[in-house]
């Protein structure tokens, strides 16, 4: 598989990826055409901040499979077209949120004791001892906006340095945060209002931008504001008249709106306000993190393993993917099967879980069984957009589990609807990698799922068998397997046949006139 690396990542990374036997090719700095083209055959893109990857860029790549972001925000990435085009979105989180705390606390001591500025003065010839009275962090209180894995992260460490920490975050419990000492507030005014400190650890998204202006930094008074998550939260110019007037005493900045920070910032201007050039993530151990994290994640979707970091497609560990892996074909396989059996307007779709399989995550079984619905469809579908075409196309999508499980260790039922009438197909693993369709409805049966399927519903009475195979065999179409079942005796039966090759037109007119032949459907796995 060929990777594509358009932003400089740890070499690291690099090694990883072809050690694994991918080919890897590097073009930093491409935009416009020349990424378009440079796009067009990779199955996998490694970018970071300084790479836009828009919907034209993602319509220039039909080959790929996955978006890695070195790093942990994506908003240079377009998640909902890349969605649309099936391609995961991953970044790599855990890399850098180490190095990320830390210069988050570095910047917070820095502007408390004006450190650069006296570094300055005294480079300068200037012993300005007498110019500079910091402020002391112990028994202060630290607001944390924003309380993700950086922001726990710095809550621990100035936790551990005598400071009370205050909380603003509407995603996470309060629990949580009592778990790191910190006192979970309802409101960022409220939060802004009990701290000395505030750090910011929010993702830049149309409600966070611009969060932080001249009434929230009033409301900070004399307190000191450090961001080193994203630019575009605080509001630049109101941040640096509330330092030039003295509502704040310093602010410490290594994001910005703007990346390079443009020479005419009034941030600049001020010398009570910090800035470094988006050095967050910039450490050895941090660059190496996040490329063998990202290479990693690119591995194993090209592998059809769950991408831990995907952010728009199901995401497993490595021990709950080893105990639903047996099932994902399973449930793409049953949601082939029953949408074709149906004759309807689909408008729901229903995955029942039995038995062991009821006890495991299963949010990538059910992304599998609507891949496997929407399949016979000539829409692109894989697992991570499966979801959302059905909400595209207002199909409901529902789950539920139960720890019956009939006669067997587990079983998977798919049923598509129209509100009136369904078809329900259901299987099961023997073995641990053979699959089973073991009811099709209220037929009981035992068929293997595989290549091309002929199923019929027939009344249950003696020589319809023989007749389906004589007309199958008449049209020299061979019978790999067949398996039957019925209802009751004399009644309704329905058998399923392995073919060969697909039935032709002539053998569902010859069926069709046999009075005892209720219904015939040819299912298509895709798998010949």
């Keep these: 598989m060929k990777v594509l690396v358009t932003d400089p990542i740890a070499d690291a990374g690099l090694a990883r990826l072809r050690e694994a036997g991918h ?30 990857v828009t919907d034209e860029v993602l319509s220039a790549a039909p080959e790929l499979v996955i978006v890695g972001r070195a790093g942990i925000g994506v908003d240079n990435i377009d998640i909902d077209a890349a969605t649309e085009h099936g391609v995961i979105v991953a970044n790599a989180p855990e890399g850098n949120v180490r190095a990320a705390a830390e210069h988050s606390v570095a910047m ?30 112990n028994k202060k209180t630290l607001g944390v906006v924003g309380f993700g894995r950086v922001g726990q992260e710095v809550a621990k460490r100035l936790g551990n340095l005598g400071m009370d920490i205050v909380t603003f975050d509407p995603y996470i419990s309060e629990e ?23 750090t910011i650890h929010t993702p830049l998204t ?13 409301q900070l008074e004399g307190g000191y504001v450090v961001n080193c998550a994203r630019g575009g939260i605080i509001d630049e110019p109101a941040l640096a008249e509330a330092v030039e007037d003295g509502v704040l005493k310093g602010a410490a900045l290594d994001v910005f709106g703007e990346e390079p920070l443009p020479e005419d910032s009034p941030l600049l201007d001020v010398e009570d306000i910090i800035v470094t050039p988006h050095l967050g993530a910039s ?30 497609a199901p ?73 959302q075409i059905a ?25 598509v609807s129209d509100g009136a009438e369904s078809v329900s197909v259901c299987g099961t693993q023997f073995g641990g990698e053979e699959s089973r369709i073991v009811r099709i409805d209220d037929h009981r049966i035992e068929a293997v799922p595989h290549g091309h399927m002929l199923v019929v519903r027939n009344k249950d009475e003696p020589g319809t068998i023989g007749f389906i195979g004589t007309v199958l065999g008449e049209a020299n179409i061979n019978i790999a397997g067949m398996f039957n079942g019925r209802e ?8 399923v046949y392995n073919l060969d090759e697909s039935p032709t037109a002539e053998v569902f007119d010859r069926l069709a006139e046999d009075s005892r032949i209720i219904e015939t459907t040819y299912v298509a796995l895709g798998d010949e």
């Design 23 to 52: 080919e890897v090719e590097t073009a930093y700095d491409v935009e416009g055409d020349a990424l378009l083209d440079a796009v067009s055959d990779a199955n996998a893109l490694i970018v970071r901040s300084g790479t836009e």
């Design 108 to 137: 917070a001591f820095a502007t408390a004791r004006s450190i650069p500025q006296a570094h300055d003065r005294l480079k300068g010839g200037e012993w300005a001892k007498g110019a500079f009275l910091g402020t002391e962090v």
């Design 176 to 198: 949580r945060a009592k778990q790191f000492g910190a006192e979970l507030v309802d409101e960022l005014d409220e939060c802004l209002e009990k701290a000395d400190f505030v």
């Design 206 to 218: 149309p409600e966070t931008e611009n969060m932080i202006g001249e009434e929230e930094l009033a």
């Design 283 to 312: 450490t050895e151990a941090a660059q190496e993190n996040v490329a063998t994290s990202t290479a990693d994640q690119i591995i194993a979707a090209f592998n059809q393993e769950p991408v831990a970091n995907a952010l728009n």
């Design 315 to 387: 995401s497993l560990d490595r021990a709950t993917f080893e105990q639903v892996e047996p099932y994902l074909e399973l449930a793409s396989t049953a949601g082939r099967i029953a949408v074709q059996l149906f004759d309807g307007h689909m408008s729901s779709v229903s995955v029942t879980y039995a038995g062991d399989i009821a006890d495991e995550d299963v949010e990538y079984v059910t992304a599998s069984a609507l891949e496997g619905v929407f399949a016979p469809s000539d829409i692109q579908v894989n697992a991570v957009n499966a979801p």
């Design 391 to 415: 909400e595209e196309r207002g199909i409901d999508v529902t789950e539920s589990k139960t720890s019956s499980a009939e006669d067997y260790q587990s079983l998977i039922t798919v049923t």
């Design 488 to 495: 009751t005796i004399g009644g309704e039966a329905m058998s």
